[in-house]
């Protein structure tokens, strides 16, 4: 089932280290189906408030997105982002094609 990594980013220092990582990601991604579904882009906040840039990233499964996260590749320029960024990252399963609200019932 497909699985997201989600990140709301704040206060992003753009500068060199931040150019290095958005150079080096996409090479961290491909081994895992990783792809961008939102990266950045314009938000309608609806209810609550919603500060800063949010970014989508699809993969596969859970799995191939935890491994993904924890890879060795991806650890190296992950620094480059959290010293210049700050903000909240969260993998979520996805839902099966046909979901209904109420099948959380069941």
């Known amino acids: 089932m497909t699985a997201y990594a989600i990140a709301r980013l704040q206060d992003v220092t753009m500068g060199p280290e931040i150019?290095?990582?958005?150079e080096k990601i996409d090479a961290t991604l491909t081994p895992y189906g990783g792809r961008y579904l939102i990266?950045?882009?314009n938000t309608?906040?609806?209810?609550?408030?919603w500060q800063g840039d949010t970014i989508m990233l699809?993969?596969?499964s859970l799995e191939q997105a935890?491994?993904?996260?924890?890879?060795?590749?991806?650890?190296r320029i992950l620094p480059l982002r959290t010293a210049n960024?700050?903000?909240?990252?969260?993998?979520?399963?996805?839902v099966e094609k046909g979901?209904?609200?109420?099948d959380i019932l069941g």
């Open 85 to 94: 960024a700050v903000g909240d990252v969260i993998l979520v399963g996805g």
């Open 66 to 75: 935890r491994a993904w996260y924890r890879s060795e590749a991806y650890r």
């Open 58 to 60: 699809g993969f596969p």
């Open 99 to 102: 979901h209904r609200g109420i």
């Open 44 to 49: 309608e906040v609806l209810e609550g408030s």
């Open 19 to 22: 150019v290095e990582y958005l």
């Open 39 to 41: 990266h950045g882009g």
